[in-house]
């Protein structure tokens, strides 16, 4: 577990030393600020669009900062060429690779926190009350479903060439999932046989990342979900991230590493 | 060691070329008619004509927010949505809708299905009426369909529906009169000939500022275009002629001018749903007019939306 948390924590500042979380996140909180400035009616109190707005760019920024920072691990690691240096070390592969997720998933847990702090600042400049159960169901619901994308993204870099064309993959497939996923399985009743039952069978085989999209709860400060329900959804994820992991392990224990 | 003459008389060729041509251009693009660079809107400098292309979207977002979150999408069942509910409660468009506005979700298919159904909004609530919240007492919540509204009528100026609708819940949920007869002020700038327009600003005059010779004028007004231009067609938009007539028959009838009240009542009869009730408003009025005694008051005018 110390090797593991030792790769995790190298993550995690390779994160803060670099500069795309930084541009990110000032560029939603300027991009926020400006929208806040609007004049609309002359009314101070009307907040769920600048809500909408601000949670919008904090999903593409996690999943911007997820996707390329879990991308670039193992592959850089070859680049630079220490990864050979690393796995002489009393450090299996296996352990290498879970430290690597686990310092992704910290890091954007981070990320994250910084992220939802300013949300609720902003939604309380103008609510005047801060639903903070709401915010943090909210919040881990959202990290939650990053260690799927991460654990994905890890896969990725073992299978495909280059960091670009994994990170574009997993792009076009989150999104795909994101905005499609929910009715997949109403498409599929419209089709006939075999139709039906591949599109159905594809709709089970997903992870439904989307389950953990409770941006329109928040946004129109609906009551928070139950704790049972939210438990279910989290090891729903956690089975999805565990089983791409334990892929991920097992093609590298076989990838020729030169 | 090469001359550097030619290279520098080539430059200064081409850097008197590029000025030439670009005091050529300028004066070739002021005058061009898909010169952007007037407007000060910004949505329209960049994306031109095709902006209207969204302008629907905003529209139908604000609907959805004016459900809080619960909507249906391209995949459900949208026969209970075709009109946009923000847009029939005002009163300003007439309902098309059909079947259950609560079940378009249906019973859920799967297990995932329903486990999704506890993420997302799943009840049907109208923000007028408390939104997701359930508080009847608090309407003004309301206000948070418009910044959609706003950015809509900013995509496609001549969306009539955008300003009416504004303007409806500006001054009847949100009490901001002035809001809502600026903004359909403008929206009659971008559409001189909207008789929908013309009807609600009577309405915010007649409603709000409790001037009613300017309300009759304007009713008048949105009547003779709206006889102008919805007349010769096939299928014209009764919904509104009948709120038009009706006001004005109601509020001639108030003014005790029975003979104009009786002649737009006839025009409301004719097109009405219900002619038996206008028969009534009729029958009332020629017995004001047999009876020797002065006029009694007149009812009040009638919401909108609520003309028989």
């Known amino acids: 577990m110390n090797n593991i948390l030792a790769v995790a924590s190298v993550v995690i500042k390779e994160l803060y030393r670099r500069k795309d979380f930084y541009v990110l996140y000032i560029l939603t909180v300027l991009i926020c600020l400006i929208m806040a400035s609007v004049n609309l009616f002359h009314d101070v109190h009307i907040v769920r669009y600048l809500k909408e707005i601000c949670l919008l760019f904090i999903w593409i920024c996690s999943l911007v900062i997820a996707i390329t920072t879990a991308a670039r691990q193992i592959p850089s690691e070859r680049e630079n060429r220490t990864l050979f240096p690393l796995l002489a070390k009393p450090l299996s592969r296996t352990q290498l690779l879970l430290g690597k997720f686990l310092g992704c998933w910290l890091a954007c847990g981070l990320a994250l926190i910084c992220f939802y702090l300013f949300f609720g600042a902003l939604a309380a400049s103008r609510e005047h009350h801060w639903p903070l159960l709401n915010y943090l169901q909210a919040g881990l619901l959202h990290w939650v479903m990053l260690a799927v994308v991460i654990a994905f993204t890890l896969l990725g870099s073992l299978v495909f060439a280059a960091p670009s064309s994994n990170a574009t993959i997993t792009f076009v497939l989150v999104a795909f999932i994101l905005l499609l996923g929910r009715h997949l399985n109403k498409v599929a009743l419209q089709l006939p046989e075999p139709r039906r039952s591949i599109l159905y069978g594809l709709y089970y085989c997903i992870p439904h990342l989307e389950l953990f999209d409770v941006r329109d709860l928040i946004i129109h400060n609906w009551p928070p979900i139950a704790w049972p329900v939210c438990g279910v959804a989290a090891l729903y994820a956690l089975a999805y991230a565990s089983a791409l992991l334990i892929g991920a392990c097992l093609v590298f224990r076989r990838k020729a590493i030169n | 060691m090469r001359s550097t003459k030619l290279p520098l008389l080539i430059l200064l060729g081409l850097l ?65 949505f075709r009109t946009p509910h923000m847009a029939e409660d005002s009163g300003t468009v007439g309902g098309q809708n059909e079947g259950d506005e609560k079940g378009f979700l249906g019973k859920p298919r799967d297990w995932i299905d329903a486990l999704s159904r506890q993420f997302f909004p799943a009840r049907h609530t ?183």
């Not at chain 2, 529209?59 to 391209?74: I, L, M, N, Q, R």
């Not at chain 2, 007869?181 to 327009?197: A, C, K, M, V, W």
């Not at chain 2, 009948?242 to 001018?257: C, D, M, P």
């Open chain 2, 16 to 80: 008197v070329l590029c000025f030439g041509l670009a005091a050529w251009l300028d004066l070739w693009f002021q005058t061009w008619q898909g010169n952007r660079t007037q407007s000060a809107d910004v949505l329209s400098v960049l994306m031109g004509d095709s902006r209207r292309m969204f302008a629907n979207h905003f529209f139908v977002k604000a609907d959805a927010y004016f459900h809080s979150g619960f909507y249906p999408t391209v995949f459900d069942n949208r026969e209970a």
């Open chain 2, 126 to 308: 109208h923000l007028d009426q408390g939104g997701a919240s359930g508080d009847l007492g608090d309407s003004s919540q309301v206000r948070e369909i418009m910044p959609w509204l706003r950015l809509s009528a900013e995509l496609n100026p001549n969306d009539i529906r955008t300003y009416t609708v504004a303007a409806y819940w500006l001054r009847e949920r949100m009490g901001k009169v002035a809001e809502a007869e600026q903004f359909l002020r403008e929206g009659l700038r971008e559409n001189p000939d909207s008789y929908e327009i013309m009807y609600e600003l009577g309405r915010v005059y007649s409603e709000n500022r409790n001037d009613q010779a300017r309300a009759r004028n304007l009713w008048e007004a949105s009547l003779r275009q709206w006889q102008r231009q919805e007349a010769p067609k096939s299928d014209p938009d009764k919904f509104l002629f009948i709120q038009i007539v009706s006001h004005l028959a109601l509020f001639e009838e108030k003014q005790g001018h029975y003979p104009q009240a009786l002649a737009y009542m006839e025009l409301w009869k004719a097109r009405s749903p219900g002619p038996d009730a206008v028969q009534k408003f009729i029958d009332d009025i020629l017995h004001k007019m047999a009876s020797p005694a002065p006029a009694p008051a007149a009812p009040p005018l009638q919401p909108p939306g609520q003309a028989p």
